[in-house]
């Protein structure tokens, strides 16, 4: 009996975070593709970026989405919630309508003393 292998996309993989838990679920057994605003030629990683439309075809397979990307460039609220809240949106539609059966969204927030975040 074969045992399949249990496929997570994982946005955000080349953070502090998703670097950490890409390797977690790597060594748990899950094949793990990542995506990523400049994947590398060869690693198997997809081009993502946060804010723009997402094809629910690229989900198809997946059991699980984590979703830990955030796009720190943009300053104003409008350019923050357009690429952050509303492409988290985005995302999450195309999971569900590409039938991903498990979403973590993994949100962090900067919290120090001088902290700028929004």
């Not at 496929?7 to 094949?31: H, M, Q, Y």
């Not at 990683?45 to 075809?57: C, I, K, Q, T, W």
């Amino acid at each position: 009996m074969a045992i399949e292998t249990k496929t997570c996309i994982l946005t955000g993989a080349n953070g502090f975070v998703g670097s950490r838990l890409k390797s977690r679920l790597e060594r748990d057994g899950w094949r793990v593709v990542a995506w990523t605003r400049q994947p590398q030629p060869g690693t198997g990683a997809v081009a993502f970026r946060l804010g723009e439309e997402v094809d629910p075809n690229l989900l198809k397979g997946a059991q699980a989405l984590v979703h830990c990307a955030y796009d720190f460039g943009p300053r104003r609220w409008a350019d923050i919630a357009a690429i952050n809240v509303t492409g988290s949106r985005k995302l999450f539609n195309a999971a569900r309508d590409a039938g991903v059966r498990s979403v973590v969204f993994i949100s962090t927030l900067s919290a120090f003393a001088g902290c700028r975040s929004r």
